[in-house]
C-alpha cells in the first residue's frame, strides 16, 4: 500500500463506527495518507466524543489528546470515533448506549471490548490501524475476537493525557493494526513523553520487528491452559508455541500462583477508580443539565441514572462499597496486596525467562447476547487482567481458527520490553502467513 494513499471505507455494517469524519490527511509524515480511527473515550478537538454513554452525548472537547495531537503531526487522518463499552467497562462492546457492535468475522457474535469498534473496523477493512485502550484487557481481547494484531503498552510509555479516566492505575492507550508491523508503526507515533501527563515515562519507541528469536525463553504458565479455558483454544495456542520453538526459542512451564486472586483484585481496584472518576458526570458539568429546582441529591441521581447504562451503574455502586467507611481494609486494601503479589510473581518468572506467552483469551467470541449474567463476563477477563495489575507490556496476534473464529496468541513481556513483545509477535506472523 502506498504511503500517500487515504483508505478509508465508511460503509460501515457493523456499527464500528459513532462518528465518521472526512478531513484530508496530510501529505508528509510516518502515518501520511493513512485513516487512523480513534476509540470513542479519546479527546478529540471539534469531534463528538461520548465514550458510549448518553451522559457524554453531545460533549465535543476544546482539545485534543496527546496521541491524537502525534497523530495528526504524523500526517494521519481521523477517520472517526469508535463504538466502545460504555467507558470501557465490558468485554463485548455490547454496553454501548448506542447499541452492539457487531463482529466481521461472523455477525452473531461479539467482537469483543472494549475496543470493539476499533477491532471491527480494522478487521472490516474500513480503516487500516486505530487507536484503543486496554484496562483489564479492552485491545487484546477484541484483537484476539476478531483476528487482528493489539498491543496493550508498558504503563506509562503512550500518555494518557486526554483519555477519559475509567481506572487510572491500569488503563492504556495502544496500537491495534492488521498486521504487526502496522502496530510498530503507529507505536512509533504514539508512544514518549509528555509533561501533562505525571505518569509518563521518556521511552519513546523507534523499533522495526525483527523476526529472530533463536535463543529467547519462553515462560508457559500452566494456570493459562487450565480450568476454564476451551482444550481447542489451548491446543491452537500450544500449536503456536511449538512453531516459536521451531524458529529457536525455548518453552519453559511456569506458574503464577497469584492468578487465583489477579481477577478480584482487578475489579475491586478498577471499580473503586471508577467510582471516583466518574463522580464529575454530575449534570452540572458534564451531562444532560440537572433540575435545578430539585434538591442537589435528587437532581444528581436521577441525572446518573438516566445518563449511565446499568453496567457502569453497577461498577460504581461497587466501587463506592469497596471504599466505603469499614470496608477500605477488608476490600480495596486486600486488592493491593494481591495486586503486589501478581507482580512479584510476573517479575520472578521474568528473571528466569524473556516473554511468557498463552492464550489471550479463553474461548472464541461469544454470541450476541450469550455473556448477560456479569459474573460470567468478568471471569472471561481472567487471562488479560493480570498484565494490567502489573502495569507489563502484551500483545496479541492470531494464531488459528477455532470453529471458523479467531484465536489470539498473548505474548507477555518485561517492563519497558515493548519491542520484544513486538518482535515475538512478528517472528510468529512471518511463519504463519
Not at 144 to 152: D, N, Q, S
Request: glycine share 10%.
Amino acid at each position: 500500500m502506498a504511503a500517500h494513499e487515504t483508505v478509508f471505507n465508511p460503509d460501515d455494517r457493523y456499527n464500528a463506527f459513532l462518528t465518521v469524519c472526512r478531513k484530508a490527511p496530510h501529505s508528509d509524515g510516518k502515518l501520511a495518507g493513512i485513516a487512523v480511527a480513534v476509540k470513542d473515550n479519546i479527546s478529540t478537538q471539534g469531534i463528538e466524543t461520548t465514550c458510549a454513554s448518553k451522559i457524554l452525548k453531545g460533549y465535543i472537547p476544546p482539545y485534543d489528546a496527546h496521541v491524537v495531537d502525534l497523530l495528526k503531526q504524523s500526517g494521519a487522518a481521523i477517520a472517526g470515533k469508535t463504538n466502545m463499552d460504555e467507558f470501557g467497562m465490558g468485554t463485548t462492546t455490547e454496553n454501548s448506549a448506542f447499541g452492539p457492535t457487531l463482529n466481521p468475522c461472523d455477525t452473531t457474535r461479539v467482537p469483543g471490548g472494549s475496543s470493539g469498534g476499533s477491532a471491527a473496523a480494522i478487521a472490516a477493512g474500513m480503516v487500516r490501524m486505530a487507536l484503543g485502550t486496554d484496562t483489564g484487557g479492552s485491545i487484546r481481547c477484541p484483537a484476539a475476537f476478531c483476528g487482528i494484531v493489539g498491543l496493550k503498552p508498558t504503563y506509562g510509555r503512550v500518555s494518557r493525557y486526554g483519555l477519559i479516566a475509567y481506572a487510572n492505575s491500569l488503563e492504556q492507550i495502544g496500537p491495534m493494526a492488521g498486521t504487526v508491523s502496522d502496530v510498530s508503526l503507529l507505536m512509533q507515533v504514539i508512544a514518549g513523553y509528555d509533561r501533562r501527563d505525571s505518569t509518563s515515562y521518556n521511552k519513546p519507541y523507534t523499533h522495526t520487528p525483527n523476526p529472530d528469536i533463536k535463543g529467547l525463553t519462553i515462560g508457559i504458565p500452566q494456570e493459562y491452559f487450565g480450568a476454564g479455558v476451551d482444550p481447542r483454544v489451548a491446543e491452537v495456542t500450544k500449536r503456536a508455541i511449538f512453531r516459536l520453538e521451531e524458529l529457536g526459542a525455548t518453552a519453559l512451564p511456569c506458574s503464577i500462583p497469584s492468578m487465583e486472586y489477579a481477577l478480584a483484585a482487578y475489579y475491586v481496584t478498577c471499580t473503586s477508580e471508577a467510582s471516583s472518576n466518574l463522580a464529575r458526570f454530575d449534570g452540572v458539568r458534564y451531562g444532560p443539565a440537572a433540575d435545578t429546582k430539585k434538591s442537589w441529591h435528587d437532581a444528581y441521581r436521577e441525572v446518573r441514572r438516566a445518563g449511565f447504562g446499568a453496567e457502569v451503574r453497577r461498577r460504581i455502586m461497587l466501587g463506592t462499597f469497596a471504599l466505603s467507611s469499614g470496608y477500605y481494609g477488608k476490600y480495596y486494601a486486600k486488592a493491593q496486596i494481591a495486586r503486589e503479589n501478581v507482580k512479584k510473581d510476573f517479575a520472578r518468572i521474568f528473571s528466569e525467562v524473556d516473554v511468557i506467552a498463552g492464550p489471550t483469551m479463553p474461548t472464541i467470541a461469544f454470541k450476541l447476547g450469550e455473556k448477560s449474567d456479569p459474573l460470567s463476563m468478568y471471569l472471561a477477563d481472567i487471562l488479560t487482567v493480570p498484565v494490567n495489575l502489573a502495569n507489563i507490556p502484551a500483545i496479541s496476534v492470531p494464531c488459528g481458527k477455532v470453529d471458523g473464529m479467531p484465536v489470539g496468541l498473548q505474548i507477555m513481556g518485561k517492563p519497558f520490553e515493548d519491542e520484544r513483545v513486538v518482535d515475538v509477535a512478528f517472528a510468529y506472523e512471518q511463519v504463519a502467513a
